[in-house]
């Protein structure tokens, strides 16, 4: 033991962290796979998390939330269109091509076609290259939130997808169903591995990039071996059985059990995705009452579910913007009361309840089904009665969109890490042609909301946009307008001598290039 | 023979059409397969494109059309999820379910013969009462529970078995094989008990009564009017008659064997067919699930004719079913 | 009172006393059986209605251990139900599915095999042939594929009320082969009797015939499978519930119950899978235990498959 430990000291020293220790591996049980290797093709935390292993963003989130210069050395602000970004010289690809302005001009420019990304990039138009080592990344509006957005830029190899493959058919393709270069060829990034074997939903490799630009990285690990295991209770049984070393996400009702386990540890870190219910007032006759809603979101017992669902390890609500957002305000408490509840209702009028339905994913969140449960049986004590059906999530969100049910829960995550996200697509008043509320299913609608929410869009004096996003806040909650349940932790277990905590942060993307492996 | 045989060709392709057609029906109820394909922020109109692209929009006969036309070619569609040709799919995650009946049907037949064997001949020992009475249980416990059990015991408490997965495969003429490496043979053992858990007690059953029968035949007494050794007469001349039923009821249980890879596969991860199917329910992977109900529809027609081809020829006395 | 009289002389009856395995199993059938038709009185919540539990029950040991309440003899489940009342709706679920099941394919099964064994022919031929099909695909496989038929076609408002009748239907669907052929083989063997022969001549319409005279006649090798299939339902049942194709998850069943508690099972709350799957395990046993002593005593030509 003592033996390797001085090895690695020697290793780190001579060879300042390129990885030589031969033979660290790590065997990672995730729930699932990344979907495809071509990491422009679908927008997902799995994909994210994929595309940090084998590429580079241009910054990147710490864990306090401010931003760690990547790809790009540093940055500045040109004017209020423009940020000039300054690149990182010397770094190569996995093929060996040197990266460079053009690499971003090419990856914004495929952003912006793909399907799943060019709603978060239609702001931005096409970078403008200064030299090698320099590009002006522009916006049509003044955007406050580019930084933000530069966390998704991961550039890819210009040169390698290119031209034309073997079929004849242009390298750049993004497809969805069926065969495309990119999705079906090993990928060629700057990030700390290579990607060296794919089957999907069986097992993916991952080797150490030993020309990693990053020669600061205390990371360790050698090899990465990425196997999928979807059943809770086989994933933690893996990691306690010593065939993992590490899995995420870690079931809350086996915290303990990983706890009291000598051999393993847990981590958890807060997280920024609210779960809450939203009420269908198209639908439901009662639910138009701000009255009954109010009532509603008295029942709810949410601090309950956190402490026995969620074992404790979700960030209780009483809005949607977690801490740290510019919208949260910390006035807004959760407001379970159970004697109010009832009071409310007789107030307005329902004191003999009424009935209603509801649907929920099962797959898709951390305990949904049984936190949609558990609001079946809260309500059922002011008398409303629920009949609920859950499904996976393949099939929930286009039942979600047709609206079938009174209560709906839906989970969110920001993915500009910002407030304005939320009230977007879950605050606002549904429009199909803008595609704005487009998750809105409670059909809540208020004009001032609306039109505070536009204007922060384009407000770039972060005071006046805090005091904007604050306002939102306020009416939804007062107006009852969803119910807020908690945010999400996300947890991770490994098994000792493997520390995960300094690579962990809030948006579930480990930095698994700086994992240190004993 | 051949009419037979023409005939429950006739019947495959008639058994295709119909799944398909109800595979075809429920496939827009089964949720949107686009859905699963793109990000939750994507547009509703982007996705409306994609689903006219896929010709997921067009009305049902002409998507029924096209299919049954490429079903013709051996083409069953793309899977949506793995991107890969359904068949193709479905082939590569053949030999897992395989193996795994296969191993489980090896533990069926080495342990149901010398223990059917020995409770007919020492029907009081303490052991043989045991095996009868552990027997029944083993019918009354669902598969699952069984299979939760041995996880507990073997893999989190214990230790001594990998608990999830194939573990270590190797390739052998596209053939991706565990059976071929320790690592591999280890993580076969708690799924193969599983699935054996269910068709062992009946075989040991099974094997017992007949024995017990063939034990009290007339050449049998002649046996031992002559003389002859204990074990020649238990193992050769009465054995040797028990193995006529087991074979064929073995033939018509291997189906079933076949259904409950479904669930012992979920449970322990087994990246099979019937695990693939189940997540191809959830997925809405219509594609694939449509190629996988003519898929299993078509195995299950052969089969059968297999099965009652040979159990025509081993016993003359039965009249093929149809052939009149 | 004298068929009561002819019944405690019948052989029947005399082999019943006589055999402990008989007499055991069916007494603690008949005990679960009653608990589960009663079950509003003997348990102590009706956990089928929502508002009788609470959240911060969740999770309680049973009574006897640490943490445990008097209120919960074996303890709560995740969402503070009473175990021990849980299980007894629980079980009547499986009671309801199980019987109701089997009366559906029986009474399909009866009356295909009885057509078909009757009129034989091209009827014949094809009614059979139908159910060969049927047959060698494994009902679960027939049973997942409609189960996610029915569950999408019936919509997701009305699902809470319409999932044990769909269970019933899916489950009865599934097995109704094993009754046709069994009463077929049945009728093949009463059809050229003479009692038969004779109500045709006397002129009585076939349908008479078929369901007065030769019906009453095949009932045996019927009741005997059914004790069979009654398991064999519940345990479909609770395969189902535990894929997730079951019952709702405010009205959980036995097999629902396992599946919970396998996601409990490494966090030590190990009763919520522990008792259900005892309670499962036990019943199917005695069911198949009288069963097998049923065959034996009646000896009926089965149909073996």
């Known amino acids: 033991m003592k033996k390797i430990i001085l090895l690695c000291l020697a290793a780190g020293l001579v060879f300042s962290g390129t990885a030589i220790a031969k033979g660290k591996t790590l065997r990672l049980a995730l729930d699932a796979d990344p979907k495809t290797l071509d990491i422009h093709e679908q927008l997902s935390a799995g994909m994210l998390q994929f595309s940090h292993i084998v590429f580079d963003p241009l910054v990147r989130w710490t864990l306090d939330m401010s931003f760690e210069p990547r790809l790009a050395r540093r940055w500045e602000r040109i004017d209020d269109k423009t940020m000039r970004f300054y690149l990182r010289k010397g770094v190569s690809f996995h093929s060996g091509n040197p990266f460079t302005a053009k690499d971003i001009v090419f990856s914004v420019n495929r952003l912006k076609k793909s399907v799943d990304f060019k709603g978060l990039f239609e702001l931005f138009e096409e970078p403008v290259i200064i030299d090698d080592h320099t590009v002006d990344i522009k916006t049509s509006k003044p955007y406050p939130l580019l930084l933000n957005m530069a966390t998704y830029i991961f550039p890819v190899d210009s040169v390698f997808y290119t031209g034309k493959d073997n079929k004849g058919k242009a390298k750049d393709n993004i497809v969805k169903v069926g065969y495309s270069f990119a999705k079906s060829t090993l990928p060629s990034g700057t990030g700390p591995y290579r990607c060296t074997y794919r089957e999907h939903g069986v097992k993916m490799l991952f080797e150490r990039n030993s020309d990693y630009w990053d020669k600061k990285s205390p990371g360790n690990v050698d090899k990465i071996v990425l196997s999928p295991i979807k059943e809770e209770a086989t994933r933690v049984a893996a990691l306690l059985s010593g065939d993992v070393d590490v899995i995420s996400p870690v079931p809350p009702q086996d915290f303990k059990r990983i706890e009291r386990d000598r051999k393993v540890n847990l981590f958890t870190v807060t997280g920024t995705r609210i779960i809450t219910v939203q009420m269908n007032q198209k639908r439901s006759k009662p639910l138009r009452n701000p009255l009954v809603r109010q009532a509603i979101v008295h029942a709810v017992n949410n601090d309950g579910i956190v402490k026995r669902l969620m074992k404790g390890t979700a960030t209780l609500a009483g809005q949607m913007s977690p801490e740290g957002y510019l919208g949260h305000d910390e006035t807004l408490k959760p407001r379970y009361d159970l004697e109010k509840a009832k009071q409310l209702m007789k107030q307005a009028g329902y004191e003999k309840g009424f009935t209603a339905n509801m649907i929920a994913p099962n797959n898709r969140y951390v305990n949904d089904e049984k936190i949609a449960e558990a609001f079946v049986s809260m309500l059922s004590k002011i008398k409303i009665k629920i009949n609920l059906k859950t499904m996976p999530k393949a099939q929930y969100w286009d039942e979600f969109d047709r609206q079938p049910a009174d209560f709906q829960l839906i989970g969110w995550h920001s993915d500009t890490e910002d407030s304005g996200n939320f009230y977007e697509y879950l605050a606002m008043c549904p429009d199909r042609k803008t595609g704005l509320g487009q998750y809105n299913s409670g059909n809540y609608c208020n004009q001032e909301v609306d039109k505070l929410t536009l204007e922060s869009m384009v407000e770039t004096d972060m005071q006046v946009r805090a005091a904007k996003l604050k306002k939102i806040e306020r009416i939804l909650y007062d107006e009852a307008a969803f119910i807020p349940f908690h945010w999400q932790n996300f947890a991770y277990g490994a098994r000792k001598g493997i520390n995960v905590e300094p690579i962990l942060n809030i948006m579930n993307f480990p930095y698994f290039g700086d994992l240190v492996m004993k | ?324 | 009172m004298r068929s009561w009289q002819r019944f405690r002389q019948s052989y029947f009856f005399y082999s019943f006393k006589r055999d402990p395995v008989a007499l055991g199993s069916f007494s603690i059938f008949f005990f679960l059986f009653m608990v589960s038709i009663f079950a509003p009185l003997v348990a102590p919540y009706n956990t089928y209605d929502t508002s009788t539990y609470d959240i911060m029950d969740a999770e309680l040991p049973p009574s006897w251990m640490d943490d445990g309440e008097e209120r919960f003899l074996l303890g709560t489940d995740i969402q503070g139900r009473d175990l021990y009342s849980t299980m007894i709706y629980g079980l009547r679920t499986s009671v309801f599915i199980g019987v109701g099941a089997v009366l559906f394919q029986a009474i399909l099964g009866i009356i295909v095999g009885l057509t078909a064994g009757y009129l034989g022919g091209r009827v014949d031929s094809t009614l059979m042939r139908i159910a060969d099909i049927q047959f060698s695909i494994p009902y679960l496989i027939v049973a997942i594929i409609a189960s996610a038929i029915f569950q999408l076609a019936f919509g997701v408002g009305r699902f809470e009320e319409l999932a044990l009748p769909l269970l019933i239907v899916i489950i009865g669907l599934s097995e109704w082969p094993k009754y046709a052929r069994t009463v077929r083989a049945s009728v093949l063997g009463e059809k050229n009797k003479e009692y038969v022969e004779a109500a045709r001549v006397i002129g009585l319409n076939r349908r008479l015939i078929m369901f007065r005279h030769i019906l009453p006649n095949t009932m045996t090798p019927v009741l005997v499978i059914s004790t069979i299939q009654v398991a064999q339902a519940i345990m479909s049942e609770a395969a189902l519930s535990f894929l997730g194709l079951g019952m709702p998850v405010t009205k959980p069943s036995l097999g629902s119950l396992i599946k919970a508690g396998f996601e409990y099972v490494f966090s030590g709350s190990w009763w919520i899978t522990f008792f259900p799957g005892i309670l499962l395990v036990t019943f199917t046993l005695v069911i198949i235990l009288f069963g097998d002593w049923l065959r034996d005593v009646l000896n009926p030509k089965l149909y073996k498959g």
Not at chain 2, 127 to 134: K, L, Q
Not at chain 2, 162 to 178: A, H, L
Not at chain 2, 213 to 231: H, N, P
Not at chain 2, 240 to 247: A, H, I, R, S
């Open chain 2, 1 to 324: 023979m051949f009419a037979f045989i023409v005939r429950r060709i006739i019947q495959a392709i008639f058994v295709m059409v119909i799944i398909a057609g109800i595979g075809f029906t429920v496939q827009n109820k089964l949720g949107d397969p686009v859905r699963d394909m793109v990000g939750e922020r994507v547009s509703v109109a982007e996705r409306e494109a994609l689903r006219d692209k896929l010709g997921l929009n067009d009305p049902f006969l002409t998507q029924f059309g096209r299919f049954v036309r490429n079903a013709v070619h051996g083409d069953l569609g793309i899977s949506y999820f793995h991107n890969k040709p359904t068949v193709d799919v479905i082939l590569s995650k053949a030999p897992a379910t395989l193996e795994l009946v296969f191993g489980s049907t090896v533990m069926i037949l080495v342990l149901c013969f010398p223990i059917g064997i020995y409770t007919a001949i020492k029907p009081k020992t303490w052991f043989s009462r045991f095996v009868m009475g552990s027997s029944t249980i083993g019918v009354a416990v669902p598969v699952f529970l069984t299979a939760i059990t041995l996880i507990y015991i073997f893999g989190v408490e214990l230790k001594w078995l990998p608990s999830y997965g194939r573990g270590e495969t190797v390739d052998i003429w596209g053939w991706d094989t565990g059976l071929l490496t320790a690592d591999g043979l280890l993580h076969l053992i708690l799924p193969s008990i599983s699935l054996s858990s269910i068709m062992l007690p009946l075989y040991i059953r099974l094997i017992r009564s007949e024995m017990m029968e063939v034990l009290e035949t007339e050449y049998i007494k002649f046996a031992w009017a002559k003389g002859l050794r204990r074990y020649r007469v238990w193992l050769v001349h009465a054995f040797k008659n028990t193995l006529l039923p087991v074979v064929t009821v073995f033939g018509v249980e291997i189906g079933i064997l076949f259904a409950f890879t479904l669930l012992t596969e979920t449970v322990f991860q087994w990246q099979g067919m019937g695990f693939m199917f189940l997540e191809a329910v959830e997925r809405s992977d219509t594609a694939l699930l449509v190629a996988y109900l003519v898929v299993v529809g078509v195995m299950f027609v052969v089969i059968n004719t297999l099965v009652d081809i040979a159990y025509g020829f081993i016993n003359p006395m039965v009249r093929i079913t149809g052939a009149k």
